[in-house]
């Protein structure tokens, strides 16, 4: 009885199946995952479905529009509700890809407040024919943790255009490179004479460099921001955790004005903040974001490791902002990947995730990579003359080694060496594009509190005004980013993969911003 029904059950489901067509694979899993066999038949995975935005398109060019300085609307930001009409599926895709599912007795849940990521729960032997696929155990080489992928995955050619892509299929977790990088333990507190000229920093800075270098040497303020709206989040990954008393003892140093100043904290995916062992990194970002930008609402957002987007958090943060109300206005992350290790899918998603922020300068974290010209992204049009000025200086150098029509990168560029922070309630001197996030992240929270007092909205999406106002920028014209067996880029006038359009002059980004 039990085999008939199963029987009849089998071919039920292939009666009623359309033929698949391979959606996505991969060539290999990473190499630092085992292939252990294919994963139980009864295994239950959580599998989300990206439905396809009925206007991504049409949000971008938005974005750009309220962006552009010169334009009309510069700064008019969208609405949440006005940004997920451009971000919900169409009615056509939603009940496509609602029905197919239904038809195959899946039961789903609407997972995003626009509706484009569905939910469901099916077993390993399901999955495997509802997508043609062979899920596979996966074991991580050093820290045995297993998983369940699939080398690719297949879908209706009746769902090409509707459903974007389904996850965890074949993307492989892995662990995002943060961290800046310890030069030395202090046994004496430096100390930094102050010089009274801005935008010259006194020489001590070479050597170790303070809230006091960066004031001096960008200009930045020391009045305290007003505005308790303007909150500046701080994002931590991989198990770093951020002290407060090694914060009082940096502020009772370096800002003894701010003494008594605290940061928020907030959990995602299980996070923690365990004070007993502070990291180098967290310690970092919220030293220079509370020692920098005076009297802002700091808020430290801990990610843990219960992610459920395969991107150790990064998108999960991203939708955690999109809920709150108002959502986030500057948010800085030093950590990243290799643009290769994310599969496309993700990354455009992520990409696309940001942009529904909007008001949020998306760029930080990816503009303090090393430099270069990205395989996934398109050259944006606010790029075109920096970037086709930079070719003309380098002329044939370096031809056909890097993607002349990707996206360059960086952006912008802030001082990464020699940075003073207190840790395990001692004094140490750190390195790393690390250090140029949370001190960038803060003046942009003073400009946004400026702007809030004059009841102005904030700066938000940040590119098209850095590369409309390179005067607001300090030009870095020496050094190179050697790799790939080469010199790398040289910096040269004008922006370059190396410093982007330069590092920040606060006078002159208040004036760019109109204040
Ligand atoms: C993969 O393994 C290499 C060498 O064992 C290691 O250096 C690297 O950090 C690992 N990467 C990931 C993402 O686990
Ligand atoms: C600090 O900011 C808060 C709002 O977050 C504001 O109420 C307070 O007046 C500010 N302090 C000073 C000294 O300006
Ligand atoms: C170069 O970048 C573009 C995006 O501008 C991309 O479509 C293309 O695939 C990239 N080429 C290679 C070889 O990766």
Redesign the pocket.
């Known amino acids: 009885m039990l085999k008939i029904f199963i029987l009849f059950a089998s071919l039920a489901s292939l009666a009623c199946a359309s033929p698949l067509y391979v959606h996505e694979r991969r060539s290999e899993p990473p190499s630092n995952y085992t292939d252990l066999g294919p994963a139980p038949a009864d295994h239950t995975l959580t599998l989300r479905l990206a439905l396809v935005p009925n206007n991504m398109d049409g949000l971008h060019e938005k974005l750009y529009e309220i962006s552009t300085p010169s334009s009309p609307t510069y700064r008019q930001w969208l609405s949440k509700e006005e940004v997920e009409v451009f971000v919900a599926p169409s009615s056509e895709t939603s009940s496509n890809v609602k029905n197919w599912l239904s038809s195959n007795g899946i039961s789903y849940e609407t997972v995003s407040p626009a509706g484009d990521w569905l939910s469901i729960d099916v077993t390993v032997a399901r999955a495997n024919t509802l997508l043609g696929a062979q899920f596979s155990t996966f074991k991580h080489k050093e820290t045995s943790a297993q998983i369940v992928r699939t080398p690719s995955y297949s879908i209706p050619a009746s769902l090409k255009g509707h459903l974007d892509f389904v996850h965890p299929t074949i993307a492989f977790p892995m662990k995002p490179k943060g961290g800046p990088h310890l030069i030395s333990k202090l046994s004496t507190l430096p100390k930094v004479k102050r010089n009274n000229l801005a935008g010259e920093a006194p020489s001590s800075c070479d050597n170790s460099f303070t809230p006091s270098c960066a004031q001096e040497l960008y200009g930045i303020p020391t009045t305290f921001a007003t505005h308790v709206t303007n909150q500046l989040d701080v994002s931590a990954f991989e198990n770093e955790y951020a002290s407060q008393s090694d914060l009082e003892l940096f502020l009772q140093a370096y800002r003894p004005d701010l003494e008594g100043k605290v940061f928020a904290v907030e959990f995602l995916d299980g996070g923690e903040n365990i004070q007993s062992s502070p990291g180098l990194e967290a310690n970092l970002d919220t030293q220079y974001t509370v020692g920098i930008a005076s009297n802002v609402t700091v808020n430290f957002v801990s990610v843990g490791n219960e992610n459920v987007d395969d991107l150790d958090g990064f998108l999960d943060i991203v939708n955690l902002f999109l809920i709150q109300n108002p959502t986030p206005h500057v948010f800085t992350t030093s950590y990243q990947w290799s643009e290769y290790q994310v599969p496309f899918s993700l990354a455009n998603t992520l990409c696309n995730a940001y942009a529904q922020l909007e008001n949020v300068n998306p760029e930080i974290a990816a503009s303090f990579s090393s430099g270069g010209?990205?395989?996934?992204?398109?050259?944006p049009s606010y790029q075109t003359d920096a970037v086709n000025s930079y070719f003309a200086q380098l002329g044939s150098e370096y031809a056909g080694l890097y993607?002349a029509?990707?996206?360059g990168i960086p952006d912008i560029s802030a001082a990464g060496y020699n940075y003073v922070i207190a840790w395990f309630g001692a004094f140490d001197l750190v390195y790393g594009t690390s250090c140029s996030s949370p001190l960038f992240a803060s003046i942009v929270a003073l400009l946004d509190d400026e702007l809030a007092g004059r009841g102005q909205p904030p700066l938000g999406f940040l590119n098209p005004l850095i590369y409309s106002t390179p005067q607001a920028f300090n030009d870095i014209t020496a050094g190179s980013n050697p790799g790939c067996g080469t010199e790398g880029f040289p910096a040269l006038p004008g922006w370059d993969p190396v410093t982007g359009i330069g590092s920040p002059i606060y006078s002159a980004l208040r004036t760019a911003a109109g204040l």
């Open positions: 010209f990205s395989n996934y992204f398109a050259r993607n029509s990707g996206r």
